[in-house]
């Protein structure tokens, strides 16, 4: 079985362009998260979809990010502009529940530089 | 403060050592804890959910002292294998699924 799956894998931008960052989750997972982890600081979560919901979108650092999942497959966190500070590895994570209990399973990451 | 924080390392012990990772977490609702495994460059995994009972797996053994707000995690006869980030993780009641890392522990097991 396929697992969680990202792309590109890795992405270097100008300050103020825009990336889209995508995420396939396995199959059948409806819980969907979103971590990052800049340098030198532990990951730390973004959001969480269920199907196409967004569940808890606590950990989006501002509105330049966005992220969606219409239909409730894949899943893109858009930033726009980017700045220095987002450059980091963007984490995707599935779950077949949401519960406390459920184990993630994480994509390879989305390694981000903007310069 | 850190909600979960971890020993800085890195550990550099050689094949066979015993090795223990310590952890504490600040949260008293954390409610699932979790020991994941990073190689270089690699997604986080799962290596082991820890019980307050303790549980263990062949080398690994897990516990969990919820006065205490401490999780351990214990590699016995380590392996060159074993070298890797050791993540210390914590999920709080009423927050779903969102999982808080420990900023990791980097183990080098050398021959």
């Known amino acids: 079985e396929a697992g969680v799956t990202q792309f590109p894998s890795h992405s270097v931008i100008e300050k103020g362009q825009t990336v889209t960052l995508r995420c396939d989750p396995i199959?059948?997972?409806?819980?969907l998260y979103w971590y990052r982890r800049v340098m030198g600081k532990e990951i730390k979560f973004l959001l969480h979809?269920?199907?196409?919901?967004?569940?808890?979108e606590s950990g989006m650092p501002n509105n330049r990010f966005l992220a969606e999942r219409t239909g409730g497959t894949y899943s893109t966190l858009k930033v726009q502009p980017a700045e220095l500070e987002d450059s980091g590895v963007y984490f995707c994570?599935?779950?077949?529940?949401?519960?406390?209990?459920?184990?993630?399973?994480f994509g390879p990451g989305t390694r981000l530089t903007v310069l | 403060r850190k909600e979960v924080e971890q020993d800085p390392g890195p550990f550099n012990v050689p094949e066979g050592a015993t090795v223990a990772f310590n952890c504490t977490y600040s949260?008293?609702?954390?409610?699932?804890f979790f020991w994941y495994r990073q190689d270089c460059r690699k997604e986080p995994k799962l290596l082991m959910s820890?019980?307050?009972s303790g549980n263990e797996d062949g080398r690994f053994t897990a516990q969990l002292n919820r006065a205490s707000q401490y999780i351990s995690l214990l590699i016995r006869d380590s392996k060159l294998s074993d070298s890797a980030t050791y993540l210390c993780?914590?999920?709080?009641?009423?927050?779903?699924?969102?999982?808080?890392f420990g900023q990791g522990t980097e183990l080098s097991v050398k021959p």
């Open positions: 949260n008293s609702a954390s409610q699932s």
């Open positions: 820890v019980y307050s």
């Open positions: 994570a599935s779950s077949q529940g949401g519960s406390l209990y459920n184990e993630q399973f």
């Open positions: 993780v914590v999920n709080n009641y009423n927050q779903g699924g969102k999982l808080i």
């Open positions: 199959s059948g997972h409806d819980n």
């Open positions: 979809f269920v199907k196409e919901s967004k569940q808890d």
